[in-house]
């Protein structure tokens, strides 16, 4: 049985950058470029009549920018969300909290996070996110700041974690996000990573990574050492 290929659209006014990520993409196993477009109105009706699975969508495009387009196709009350993991060169805070605001499940930085394209991809079409480490310390701060106005009190108590599964994520608290960050702050394998994770999710309840580091954060692990 021949494994379900992860479709993949790529939105971006920089025309080399499209075909350099899609050059990139192509020669990787289980994933498919379903597209390339240049806009946030294009994207919007390209993912859906291509049936993407994940969308690489550029903040800032002439004709209709990525977070529009984040927001029609991931935003609150959508049906049948799609996957969208914003690539862009800017770091500013408002940008990382609008784009996740606006429904989007990873952000990543144009350069910096390259290496870390095909596991955002991956970890986005089975239902995680992906952060930059160059911003996650800021994330982290924002859903600091948004427990102290208010903590959920039906969240799972971290007795339900082992020990290493705690440890991971602390270090997600503390900006390790990639399985290969995770992995060397750990000093364990990826592999190890990947078992923890999962088993801390299903513990937890919850779907990506960005909830666990959430998570994390209400039972204050965001403090002390990673």
């Known amino acids: 049985m021949t494994a379900r290929q992860t479709r993949v659209l790529i939105a971006d006014d920089n025309r080399a950058y499209r075909k350099g990520v899609r050059m990139r993409l192509d020669q990787v196993s289980g994933i498919t470029v379903v597209g390339e477009v ?9 993912a859906r009549s291509e049936r993407a699975d994940v969308v690489l969508m550029d903040l800032h495009m002439p004709g209709g920018d990525g977070l529009e387009a984040t927001r029609a196709l991931a935003g609150p009350g959508v049906p049948d969300p799609v996957a969208i993991i914003v690539v862009t060169s800017h770091s ?3 940008f990382v909290f609008e784009a996740l605001d606006s429904g989007a499940v990873g952000y990543l930085l144009k350069g910096h996070d390259t290496p870390q394209l095909v596991e955002a991809i991956r970890a986005a ?28 009190t039906d969240l799972p108590a971290l007795s ?10 602390r270090a997600l608290c503390h900006g390790s996000t990639s399985n290969v960050a995770l992995s060397d702050a750990l000093h364990v394998s990826v592999n190890t990573v990947r078992s923890q994770l999962a088993s801390a999710l299903k513990k937890t309840g919850l779907s990506d990574r960005t909830q666990l580091a959430l998570w994390g954060v209400h039972q204050g692990l965001h403090h002390g050492e990673a």
């Open 125 to 152: 079409a089975a239902g995680a996110g992906l952060v930059s480490s160059q911003v996650t310390p800021s994330v982290i701060r924002e859903l600091a700041r948004r427990r102290d106005r208010g903590a959920p």
């Open 160 to 169: 339900v974690l082992t020990g290493a599964e705690v440890a991971v994520v």
């Open 92 to 94: 500013a805070d408002r």
């Open 38 to 46: 240049s806009n946030g109105a294009d994207a919007t009706m390209a």
